[in-house]
């Protein structure tokens, strides 16, 4: 799979293109198990949850097939991420993958506008990722902000937007403070969050 790397403050981004193995097709069972899951009201509620987030279920091992595949490119993705980015942390060539966790967002211009992304982070997931499953128009706009972490958020002044691309997996450090941006769309827009775990060797 092919690669980019976008430096970030004191850390880095990196892009992987999964479009050699992820299909049109699997877009689509994707997506229809989305909608399955929200129609059958397993997504999260709160005031700081997005309003049709899933639960943290897709990458189980009772999950369907599908989202076996897409947790396949995530492993490779964060695989990636650890060979571009050599100096990432110590330790590094002794880092073993434990688990991986991953949940499904869906949203669109009017339910974003009662029901906001604020920043987040996940730590303490050692990476994190978003999956740009299906983007309105395929609008690079419709990404994903982060905040520096050498300032609150709250200043709201050091901010860096990386572009929505389809089919392709942005990894970043859990810790990294993040957000949506919202699409200026009633076309749904998905998008797969996920964690990676690992244990020294």
Aim: proline residues 6%.
């Amino acid at each position: 799979m092919n690669c980019q790397v976008h430096e970030l403050f004191p850390t880095h981004i990196v892009r992987t293109d999964t479009s050699g193995f992820i299909t049109p097709e699997d877009q689509q069972m994707m997506m229809m198990s989305v909608d399955q899951l929200i129609e059958l009201g397993m997504y999260a509620q709160g005031d700081l949850i997005p309003k049709y987030q899933t639960h943290v279920m897709l990458f189980q091992d009772d999950a369907p097939p599908i989202w076996h595949k897409l947790k396949k490119t995530f492993h490779d993705a964060c695989e990636t991420y650890l060979k571009a980015i050599p100096d990432f942390c110590r330790n590094q060539d002794c880092i073993e993958f434990t688990a991986s966790g991953a949940w499904a967002y869906k949203g669109w211009k009017s339910i974003n506008a009662k029901e906001g992304n604020p920043w987040h982070h996940h730590n303490p997931a050692f990476l994190s990722g978003v999956y740009y499953l299906k983007v309105p128009d395929n609008e690079p706009a419709y990404g994903t902000e982060f905040h520096d972490p050498r300032t609150a958020e709250a200043h709201g002044t050091r901010f860096q937007s990386i572009a929505a691309q389809e089919f392709s997996w942005i990894i970043f450090p859990g810790w990294l403070s993040h957000k949506s941006i919202q699409a200026d769309s009633e076309e749904p827009r998905y998008v797969i969050a996920a964690n990676m775990y690992v244990k020294i060797k």
